[in-house]
């Protein structure tokens, strides 16, 4: 029986077997103690991240402050040379635009053709200096129809003249007549 013992002993699993503690202390459960170990582990990754906050806070400022060292304290270089008069001129052919520095956009009062062009592009103008001449046959035409238009005004600006006078003539006439009543007063004034 005691060798049944033995065999049933070596059947149990670790896990099953009483520990040779004091009989009044709890056991620890596999679930407490792995609880443990991953707050142990978080801790640690807390303080690793805080220190190596620290220690970037501290390299940084320490680059800072020698920054600033360095400019306080910065002299430049500078190399000196004599004065003196060139051995001859240097050409330099560069490819470049050039621009104006007043640009006038010119606009024409008239549409039309360009007869004769007195400037070129670039030229020096001055104000008042004529650029262009140009013919319009439109307004030619326009111009015709404007003048044959006042010598028709005219013609009856003489036509009411002429009527106004012959008013005046047969008034003159009329008058005595209609003040001693040979005429009707329709034919007065």
Do not use: C
Not at 25 to 41: S, Y
Not at 51 to 80: C, D, H, I, L, T
Not at 146 to 175: I, P, S
């Amino acid at each position: 029986m005691k060798d049944a013992l033995t065999l049933q002993d070596r059947r149990l699993p670790d896990t099953a077997k009483q520990p040779l503690g004091p009989p009044d202390q709890p056991l620890a459960k596999p679930a407490a103690r792995g609880m443990r170990l991953v707050g142990f582990a978080a801790l640690v990754a807390v303080l690793a991240a805080l220190g190596f906050g620290a220690w970037r806070y501290s390299s940084q400022q320490r680059q800072v402050m020698e920054a600033s060292n360095f400019q306080r304290n910065f002299v430049p270089n500078v190399r000196v040379a004599p004065v003196r008069a060139s051995d001859g001129i240097t050409l330099v052919t560069l490819p470049a635009t050039t621009l104006a520095y007043a640009v006038a956009n010119i606009f024409a009062r008239a549409t039309g053709y360009i007869e004769k062009r007195d400037v070129d592009i670039g030229d020096r103008v001055s104000d008042g200096q004529t650029l262009v001449e140009i013919t319009a046959p439109e307004l030619d035409h326009q111009i015709a129809q404007a003048e044959a238009t006042l010598g028709q005004n005219k013609a009856t600006v003489q036509q009411t003249q002429a009527n106004l006078d012959l008013a005046r003539v047969t008034w003159a006439r009329d008058k005595p007549l209609v003040e001693k009543g040979w005429a009707t007063p329709q034919q007065g004034p």
